[in-house]
């Protein structure tokens, strides 16, 4: 049988911790798990337990580019409505400086160091919706350029808080925005109005899923000019999460109705696919990241604090090797 050194030319090395940064297939042997261990990928996604909100809370807003980077701002629990922003490294939440103006039901766009807070509802009613738009610079919000449509559980797409694009809401409307860094400017109107949808992406190149009403799985696809309906949602909902970075790759989670789901299904750019669940049903809440490395987190039922960490098929994992 070949010996490992004569397949890769390198003995099997000890470490008192795992290497940092090991490559597909490296194998070494941790001397304090007393265990052989191997750098391999995960061939399913899958979601984990991460770090708990400070503040529970619904209809809050999320961004951020991945499962250790994100932003939490915004939401309501009856009775109050929420300013608090916390940022999200990997392990834990961290309260930073709040928004400017309390509301529920705003789209999050951008990073955890640059981003955008659009629109929302102060009230518990259905009316009246703003136009308030607060941008992000990692340490504090600015009131910027309004929303030329006033609304609130609007899709949100973007980058960063110089690069947005903002899509349906309550009232129920198809209305999209685009955002240069200093105003906002109407587009092309997705084909079916509604709001409580799912968004992802950047300004040219986005994606709107699910909403209401009634519960939709209808998906639009932005290019930059357009919207072009394509393949539908497998489940129809509203309220749900969303991550993503493009309009060929989307992750989306939870929502209503009945009562609380935590179906996830992956979009590849022609087609939605079921992939592991959210450890628990969730509605109204919010997401960031990819769908290789994602975060879930606050929603109903109840006001929740919990925060969901996925990460997608093909990720890196450590393994360990059992011999007997």
Do not use: C
Request: aromatic fraction near 8%; charged fraction near 10%.
């Amino acid at each position: 049988m070949a010996e490992y050194k004569g397949i890769h030319g390198t003995k099997v090395q000890d470490y008192t911790t795992d290497p940092d940064n090991p490559i597909t297939g490296q194998v070494w042997y941790n001397e304090t798990a007393n265990t052989i261990r191997v750098e391999a990928q995960t061939t399913a996604g899958s979601w984990a337990t991460g770090g708990a909100l400070n503040t529970g809370r619904v209809e809050l807003a999320g961004a951020g580019t991945s499962n250790t980077s994100a932003l939490a701002f915004g939401g309501y629990n009856p009775p109050t409505f929420y300013t608090n922003t916390e940022v999200y490294n990997g392990t834990s939440w961290t309260e930073v400086n709040n928004l400017n103006a309390a509301r529920r039901g705003l789209s999050g766009i951008g990073t955890a160091t640059s981003a955008l807070g659009v629109g929302g509802n102060p009230t518990t009613s259905g009316t009246p919706v703003v136009n308030s738009n607060e941008s992000w610079n990692g340490s504090t919000w600015t009131e910027v350029g309004n929303l030329n449509t006033a609304r609130t559980t609007s899709g949100g797409a973007g980058v960063d808080n110089t690069s947005g694009l903002v899509f349906g809401g309550a009232p129920y409307s198809g209305v999209t925005e685009s955002w240069n860094g200093s105003s906002w400017t109407e587009v092309a109107d997705l084909n079916t109005a509604r709001g409580l949808l799912g968004g992802s992406g950047i300004q040219n190149s986005a994606l709107a899923f699910g909403g209401y009403p009634p519960a939709l799985a209808v998906t639009e696809s932005w290019n930059g000019s357009a919207w072009t309906e394509v393949a539908d949602l497998n489940t129809a909902r509203y309220y749900l999460g969303s991550a993503g970075a493009s309009n060929t790759s989307a992750l989306a989670f939870g929502g209503s109705p009945p009562g609380t789901l935590a179906v996830t299904e992956e979009w590849n750019g022609s087609s939605w696919t079921e992939t592991t669940n959210l450890s628990s049903g969730r509605s109204q809440l919010a997401g960031a990241g990819t769908p290789t490395s994602a975060l879930a987190f606050g929603g109903s039922p109840g006001a929740s604090t919990a925060t969901e960490e996925w990460v997608g098929a093909g990720a890196p994992v450590i393994r360990t090797i059992t011999t007997d």
